[in-house]
C-alpha cells in the first residue's frame, strides 16, 4: 500500500483510505471463503504482504494491494512473493483501469485479480496454483501463526506486543 509519488498529503491520506478499503474487502472474502486473513505480513526476504491468507488445507495466498495505475506501473517487486504463496492476486478498487493486469509483465495466466470496497469482494480471475515447497510452507505457516498471536496478545495487552513481558 505505498503511497503515490509526489502526493500532496490529502492524497496519500486518501490512498491509504481507498487501500484500507480494499483490505478489508479482500479479509471478508477470505473470511466466506474459509481463509484466515492477515494484513501487512512481513516475509522471510524483507518484502511485506498487504494481505497473506491461509485455507484449511494449508494453501497460502498473497494479495497485492494497488489503488492508483502509477503504484501499478511501478511495481517491480512483486514477484519477490511468489516464493512464499501458493496463490498469488492484485486486489483493487472498484473503477480500476483492469487493462494493466492482461500486460506479460504483470503473469495473467499466473496471478488472480479481486476487485473490493470496504463491504466486499468479487475474484475477476482465479490465481494459478503452484505449490510451495514443504519446507518453506512449514517456516511460512509458523511466522503467520506466531506473528497472528503476537497481534492478538498485543490486541489484549498493549505490553505483550512490545515484548516488556
Known amino acids: 500500500m505505498a503511497s503515490l509519488p509526489d502526493s500532496s498529503p490529502s492524497e496519500d491520506v486518501a490512498t491509504r483510505v481507498i487501500a484500507a478499503d480494499v483490505a478489508r474487502g479482500v479479509a471478508r472474502l477470505f473470511l466466506r471463503h474459509e481463509m484466515a486473513p492477515l494484513a501487512e505480513v512481513p516475509l522471510g526476504n524483507g518484502r511485506r504482504a498487504d494481505i497473506m ?24 517487486k512483486w514477484v519477490d512473493y511468489l516464493d512464499y504463496c501458493d496463490r498469488f492476486c492484485w486486489a483493487v478498487p472498484h473503477g480500476f483501469n483492469l487493462a494493466p493486469f492482461d500486460l506479460p509483465a ?50 489484549s495487552d498493549p505490553l505483550g506486543e512490545s515484548g516488556l513481558i
Do not use: N
Not at 491468507?53 to 517491480?76: C, H, M, Q
Not at 485479480?113 to 470496504?118: E, G, Q, S
Open 106 to 155: 504483470f503473469q495473467p495466466e499466473l496471478a488472480g485479480l479481486i476487485c473490493a470496497d470496504r463491504y466486499d469482494a468479487a475474484i475477476l480471475r482465479e490465481p494459478a496454483m503452484r505449490s510451495l515447497a514443504a519446507s518453506r510452507r512449514k517456516a511460512e505457516t509458523l511466522r503467520f501463526a506466531r506473528r497472528a498471536a503476537r497481534r492478538h496478545w498485543g490486541d
Open 53 to 76: 491468507a491461509i485455507d484449511a488445507k494449508g494453501i497460502i495466498t498473497i494479495v497485492e494491494i494497488k489503488v492508483s495505475r502509477a503504484d501499478l506501473l511501478g511495481d517491480a
